[in-house]
């Protein structure tokens, strides 16, 4: 098992920049691939991009291609999501997720954080 908490959501004004975090407990964390996906208000969830367990390999969603970094620390258990640049439509809870070695689902979510921008 593995447990996920998310910190950092708040108020942002568009045009600013604000990092995320997603702490790890329970299991080897290097040992996971991790992602982030948001939700907006009446959309379904969607990716936003995943880093590799070394933290070598990132990928993106078109959406945030240039303006989001995901990076992480597994010696503080950690991953980060670094967001510039932000506008309105980034308003979302964004969600952390843990996936196993090469498995195809992530198992594992945070609780989500929330995240506004105001235009």
């Known amino acids: 098992q593995v447990q996920l908490v998310e910190s950092g959501g708040g108020l942002v004004q568009a045009g600013g920049s604000l990092r995320l975090a997603c702490a790890a407990s329970g299991r080897t964390f290097s040992n996971y691939s991790m992602g982030w996906f948001r939700q907006a208000p009446g959309k379904e969830r969607e990716f936003v991009g995943t880093?590799?367990?070394?933290?070598?390999?990132?990928a993106y969603a078109d959406s945030v291609q240039g303006r989001f970094t995901i990076s992480r620390d597994n010696a503080e258990n950690t991953v980060y999501l670094q967001r510039n640049g932000l506008r309105a439509e980034d308003t979302a809870v964004y969600y952390c997720?843990?996936?196993?070695?090469?498995?195809?689902?992530?198992?594992?979510w945070g609780q989500g954080a929330q995240v506004t921008v105001s235009s």
């Open positions: 880093i590799s367990r070394s933290g070598g390999g990132t």
């Open positions: 997720a843990a996936r196993l070695g090469t498995a195809l689902k992530y198992a594992y």
